[in-house]
């Protein structure tokens, strides 16, 4: 079965380079789709819209910024970021792209850093992120029949932190039943089927 065809999204003020880019990517066979990302001010606003699979985005646009790209732009992990640039200045201003195509690239090797982009996102967005230690407790009072208030309470946490607790388990499990998580912390072995309270 083959994997379905990508959304890429391509941020560069160059109308020329612009054009040309979109073509070449829109010509390849893993791609459905190219969005022109043609205003600079509200990129993280259009990446929330359009959800492309992977963003190419000249990093002058941003300016000298050093910090984490992800950040500046909040944009999620499911979106690959990758740097579309005119010659390599220093590669560490580079670490924080998911991978670097040059402007004068070959089609082939476009399509080459493109797809091994691609798989190494899809294989991180499908893997499960880690419950940590203070979810884990608040999984197993969950599981144990606890109320978002008893919770609070036993853990000597706001209700509210409760919440969003609960809120990033069902995130990172995607799981969003009491019984499927039940299901999760008895499997992992952090409850014991017999501490479990039954809720007719």
Do not use: W
């Amino acid at each position: 079965m083959s994997s379905p065809k990508k959304v890429l999204a391509v941020a560069e003020t160059s109308y020329i380079i612009r054009k040309g880019l979109v073509y070449v990517l829109s010509q390849l066979p893993i791609v459905s789709k190219v969005i022109e990302l043609k205003e600079m001010e509200d990129i993280s606003n259009q990446i929330d819209r359009f959800r492309p699979d992977a963003l190419l985005i000249n990093p002058m646009l941003l300016g000298n910024a050093r910090q984490d790209i992800r950040q500046l732009l909040n944009i999620g992990k499911r979106t690959a970021i990758i740097a579309l640039v005119y010659n390599l200045i220093d590669e560490q201003f580079y670490r924080s792209y998911d991978a670097v195509i040059k402007i004068n690239d070959s089609e082939t090797k476009i399509e080459s850093t493109l797809s091994e982009c691609l798989t190494k996102a899809q294989k991180q967005d499908t893997e499960q992120e880690e419950l940590s230690d203070r979810e884990k407790e608040i999984l197993v009072s969950v599981v144990k029949g606890m109320s978002n208030k008893e919770i609070a309470d036993h853990h000597n946490i706001s209700i509210h932190t409760v919440i969003t607790h609960r809120r990033n388990m069902a995130r990172k499990l995607n799981i969003h039943s009491i019984s499927g998580l039940t299901i999760y912390a008895i499997i992992n072995k952090l409850v014991d089927i017999t501490d479990i309270k039954y809720q007719d």
